[in-house]
């Protein structure tokens, strides 16, 4: 599951880099994804928008037994 993980943010980490961010995998919980966000995106007020609308979502649609990703 991690690999497919990895694949689902590479789709993801042009847009963030575009914005001079980036994301990267801490850990895989049972089904829960656990990311770090980083550069810009850490702490920018809508960091929260970006995991749950960006980051989550896409790892879902690759991942479909991926139920949550958290930041840490």
């Known amino acids: 599951m991690r690999e ?3 694949k689902a943010l590479d789709k993801i980490r042009p847009m ?5 961010g980036n994301v990267e ?3 895989i919980e049972g089904k829960v994804v656990k990311v770090r ?3 810009a995106c850490h702490g920018c007020p809508m960091s929260q928008m970006t995991l749950k609308a960006g980051v989550e ?3 879902m649609q ?3 037994e ?3 990703v958290v930041a840490v």
């Open 4 to 6: 497919k993980v990895e």
């Open 16 to 20: 963030l880099q575009r914005d001079g």
């Open 25 to 27: 995998l801490v850990g």
């Open 37 to 39: 966000l980083t550069g």
């Open 57 to 59: 979502r896409v790892i």
């Open 62 to 64: 690759e991942v479909p």
């Open 66 to 68: 991926v139920v949550e």
